[in-house]
């Protein structure tokens, strides 16, 4: 697989964090040569909070993962990939129900206590036989120190068309007190917001409820993988976990809002941003990371539908990957959504030239400057539809023949 | 530019229609060795009907067209192909002004009675500099048996990235009155469904008061332009016009749910129907006609929702392009609408085989059979979601490199 060219250079180097443990094992259920199991074990007291798909078809993993992150408590997160559990009917269910079992034995906990993440084939019944046998090892190698799983190594064994790991982190201060976030993420086609997008683990060692991190995740989530999207094509199973094993020793803040937090919310954000982008940059095909910009709309819900109507245009999406600046289509894309945005509102900016102000191209038009933006890797779109106070950042890639070609083979 | 593998063998025969002329030419404003120009005149005593897009950025034609059309009266219809005229603010409207006003003055009527549609670029101003020359040609050419265009050749004169004329026609009877219908279109890219797609024109010799028009064009609008996608993309410039010379000299029935016009309606319905699939043959890229029956919805809107849904999705479409039988992003598509679709409720099959029934795959599954049926040019999906009446169909194509390739090069 060759790795997409909007990469980052490297994997960062991500510490790890008290009370969270990491394992990774080889399956070989549908992939061979590489890790396709994490483990995730959360020291006793630890906190949860989870977003999911809004799919109408969730699969089996979901549907019992947000029961157990309503709970607010977990002791772990077992994923697979290669195998979604999707549409698999009462034998997902059925599936779920062994693995946790399984898993609830090995780490002498209750079955409702562990939370399930599953990614690959919908539709195809999940074999367990083939999982439970490592259970036994994943327990006992997550909270051994030398011989438990890096962040990297957990990146990547959740990956199945990610072309890299996905890994970010940031460091805060609660109260005094040191914090460390760090996330890993996998997703790569199939990804359109509603809710939760794809598979997301941001661990922490910060103390904090579960309704106060369920509230910092929410609200970083709308900014982060609820702006971006791939292909407008949303998944059966998205799921973000957010876990804080309260090693750090902060006072747990009881309200979101508290001017303590704002430093971890911040780094919160950053960490989910960084994570966001990484999937727009490995989206299928993805040759170029386009950032859109929409400013003067009435709310802020109102500008990131503006820009995901943009973002998800097929027409704009291969005009960018042509390095077209066909300006048009964005007109296009806007008007389509038939909410009411008068033309003569509309200004529109490409790589910082004005392109077009109040319904139509500006008089002093000139393509030069603004073709050679777009032969970048970069491609900045800003859109003002009025003076309105709402404003939205999105992120989508152009749509290429790698779309295709991917796509047309791979059964996802 | 390679004829889509989709196309019909031949343009149909279509006869003349009585007092309706046809005239075309070649401007060269964006096309070379071509004709771009098409001029529709209507006797006295016509009537139309026409039905929009519902962008919020329709062009400047859409919007002077659909005031003529509510008037249920019009002399001619002038389309230029190359220029949408559309996000070109008061220049735009200023250039409908000017085409109106010189057509006006060759036909000797008011320019509140010449509908005007464009198709091409958007935002780019129109130069009608460049066409009005071609006017007073066109005006006498339109009405001098001999001179005057075929339906052929006025459905070349409108196409942009369309690789082949599109026309179907139908004969009915009226009170014993044998009635004729003439139909043209274009449309490749930029196509889904919004009250209207693309451009299409439909004669008819019918005498047929205006409201009577304007609810057959609607109700035969729905089943047929509005149930098609290429790429759920919506044009600013979608048109299509019903005109009705009324030169059978049919009683002019007064109520569109007559009896009387029950093999009207019929024939109008094929008519639309025949263009709507054609211009889904001719998407762009297309190697494959996908026909998608939902059944069992609450409502015909919902069902034709769901459809469209699938037909949308770009994971469905390149699945089909690459002949793999993944109905599983069948299930996600129908999942990612959010509108409380309970997996249990879903059953699929694909070219009459059953592939999931109940929320999950049956257990008889044989691939062999789905395998072969996604090799064929014409594929069909079959979806049921519960136990309603509500029913649907709708089409779209197969998205391919060929999609790409023309949409990364061409600027519409």
Chains 1, 2 share one sequence.
């Not at 269910?93 to 993440?117: F, G, P, Q, T, W």
């Not at 997703?187 to 409820?209: C, E, H, K, V």
């Amino acid at each position: 697989m060759t790795i997409s060219p909007l990469a980052p250079e490297h994997f960062p180097d991500l510490p790890t964090i008290a009370g969270i443990g990491l394992a990774t094992a080889a399956s070989g259920m549908r992939y061979q040569g590489r890790d396709d199991l994490l483990l995730i074990t959360l020291a006793s007291g630890s906190t949860v909070a989870g977003v999911f798909t809004q799919s109408d078809t969730a699969a089996a993993p979901v549907i019992w993962s947000r029961k157990v992150a309503d709970t607010g408590k977990a002791a772990a997160i077992i994923t697979n990939a290669g195998n979604a559990n999707a549409f698999t009917g009462s034998r997902g269910d059925k599936a779920v129900r062994e693995m946790v079992s399984s898993l609830a034995n090995h780490l002498d906990c209750k079955a409702e206590a562990i939370m399930v993440a599953s990614t690959g084939v919908i539709g195809e019944p999940l074999d367990t036989a083939a999982l439970l046998p490592y259970f036994a090892a994943l327990v006992n190698d997550a909270n051994i120190q030398g011989v438990n799983a890096s962040w990297h190594d957990a990146a990547n064994a959740i990956r199945t068309t990610d072309t890299f790991a996905k890994g970010a982190h940031a460091s805060c201060i609660i109260d005094g007190v040191a914090i460390t976030i760090c996330g890993i993420a996998k997703g790569s086609g199939m990804i359109a917001p509603n809710m939760a997008t794809m598979l997301g683990y941001i661990g922490t060692d910060a103390a904090l409820p579960s309704d106060v991190l369920g509230r910092c995740l929410r609200r970083a989530n709308g900014d982060s993988f609820n702006s971006i999207t791939v292909d407008s094509d949303t998944s059966t199973n998205d799921s973000v976990f957010l876990i804080a094993s309260g090693k750090a020793g902060n006072r747990p803040v009881a309200d979101a809002d508290d001017l303590a937090l704002k430093d971890f919310r911040k780094a919160l954000a950053a960490v989910m941003n960084d994570l966001a982008i990484q999937i727009v940059r490995d989206g299928e095909g993805a040759t170029k990371l386009v950032t859109i910009d929409i400013t003067g709309a009435k709310d802020k819900t109102t500008a990131r539908k503006i820009g995901l109507a943009i973002a998800n245009s097929p027409l704009v999406k291969t005009a960018i990957a042509g390095e077209d600046a066909n300006w048009g289509r964005i007109v296009m894309a806007i008007g389509k959504l038939g909410i009411g945005i008068p033309s003569d509102a509309i200004s529109i900016d490409i790589g910082g030239c004005r392109v077009a102000r109040d319904g139509m191209r500006v008089a002093e038009y000139d393509e030069a400057p603004i073709a050679a933006h777009m032969t970048g890797q970069m491609i900045d779109l800003a859109v003002s539809i009025g003076d309105g106070l709402g404003a939205a950042r999105v992120w989508t890639c152009d749509l290429t023949h790698g779309y295709i070609s991917i796509n047309a083979d791979y059964r996802s």
